[in-house]
């Protein structure tokens, strides 16, 4: 009797880890890193950066280290507006930041002398070249979904259409 009863509880804990684990790499956040740096290219220590989300109006705020670096690890998908201020520089502001799920944006905040009633506006964005990771990710417009022809409800064929992907982990 033990031993039916066992078997039942096992399958159960191996369900539950195998799901668990599975879903521990789903990443649904995106984040923001980089390095606040003066015109002659000296970090910038504790300056406050804040991240805003555009269409909800969130925020976080963050500090710059003894090295300059900053990071918002948990941001949901979205534009944001990112702002950086510090005493005797004028407040950076860098519209349209877009964070993708599973993306670490790599923004370097370039401050100028001035006082902080002053702002710099920064529109132009750099090239899409994540350097603080090794993985190969890919995001899918919600558009492009909906104008695949796809054979059923499931979806995971879709993935096969992303460069890099690997059938059966071959």
């Known amino acids: 009797m033990l031993a039916r ?6 399958l159960l804990s ?7 684990s599975a879903q521990a790499q789903v990443r649904t956040t995106g984040q923001i890193s ?16 804040t991240a805003r989300d555009t269409s909800t109006g969130l925020s976080q705020t963050a500090t710059t280290n003894s090295s300059g670096q900053y990071a918002f690890p ?16 004028a407040t950076a502001v860098y519209s349209d930041v877009v964070i993708e799920a599973g993306r670490t944006k790599d923004l370097a905040i370039h401050m100028t ?9 920064v529109s132009a964005e750099g090239a899409v070249l994540e ?14 979904v909906q104008n695949l022809p796809l054979a059923g409800p499931d979806i995971l064929p879709m993935a096969q259409l992303v460069p890099g992907a690997q059938v059966g982990g071959r």
């Open 5 to 10: 009863l066992s078997y039942p509880a096992l």
């Open 131 to 144: 350097t603080t990771a090794n993985t190969l990710a890919s995001t899918i417009d919600p558009e492009r």
């Open 74 to 89: 948990s941001l949901q998908p979205g534009s944001y507006e990112v702002t950086a201020a510090a005493a005797g520089f």
């Open 34 to 49: 980089g390095t606040a740096v003066d015109p002659s290219n000296a970090v910038v220590a504790g300056a406050t950066i």
């Open 14 to 20: 191996i369900l539950v880890i195998v799901l668990v």
């Open 113 to 121: 002398i001035g006082q902080q009633n002053q702002s710099v506006d």
